[in-house]
């Protein structure tokens, strides 16, 4: 099926209190996102791909062990990537649930030891990719980091929580200070709501 563009689920301004600007949504949203969608479509026109779901898409075009993926599954990958991350962000929901914390306590040792992980997994990510909290086969909590658009809908993972660390998500606000990008969306972005929705 085409892709779609989907709106924010907030106003451009929503984020800046939380340290992410306008300039940034509209940039990453309008530009990019939609980048991955306009080219998706295209590359998927005619093809076996066209009327699947994205997530067929993803699992049927991706190549695990690759040194690098192909077009479609670069698109739609990080198509279905952004609908995550808009949607598990918001300007409410700083109220962490009590079975995510619970969860996290019990995987983690403690809240604070999983934004510490979560953070130093994003660190360590070299180049473009993303940081996710995953529920795993088991049902047990883990972080893990993927290189440019692959997701855990590749590996059959739950995603919980996941931060793109390509550096247009965050170099106008933060420039090349990803630490602190990352810290700041741990403390000020994330709808922790929506995250233990995904439980």
């Keep these: 099926m085409a892709f779609e563009l989907p709106d924010l689920p907030y106003d451009y301004d929503a984020l800046a209190a939380g340290n992410m600007s306008r300039e940034t949504l509209e940039f990453h949203h309008d530009l990019h996102h939609k980048a991955y969608v306009d080219n998706g479509n295209k590359l998927i026109a005619g093809t076996e791909w066209e009327n699947k779901s994205l997530e067929e898409i993803i699992k049927g075009t991706f190549e695990d062990g ?12 990080q198509h279905w990537n952004h609908i995550q991350f808009w949607e598990m962000m918001g300007p409410s929901g700083r109220s962490m649930p009590s079975e995510l914390e619970s969860g996290l306590v019990e995987f983690f040792g403690s809240v604070d030891g999983f934004k510490e992980a979560f953070v130093n997994a994003g660190i360590g990510q070299f180049g473009s990719g993303w940081v996710w909290l995953i529920k795993d086969f088991d049902g047990s ?15 059959d993972q739950t995603a919980l929580l996941g931060c793109d660390v390509w550096e247009h998500s965050y170099y106008i606000d933060f420039r090349n200070k990803r630490p602190a990008y990352l810290t700041n969306f741990l403390e000020n972005l994330v709808n922790w709501e929506n995250v233990a929705s995904r439980l």
Excluded at 144 to 155: A, I, L, M
């Design 66 to 77: 690759a040194v690098a993926q192909n077009g479609i599954f670069n698109n739609a990958s």
């Design 141 to 155: 909590l883990r972080i893990t980091k993927t290189e440019n658009g692959v997701n855990p809908v590749c590996y």
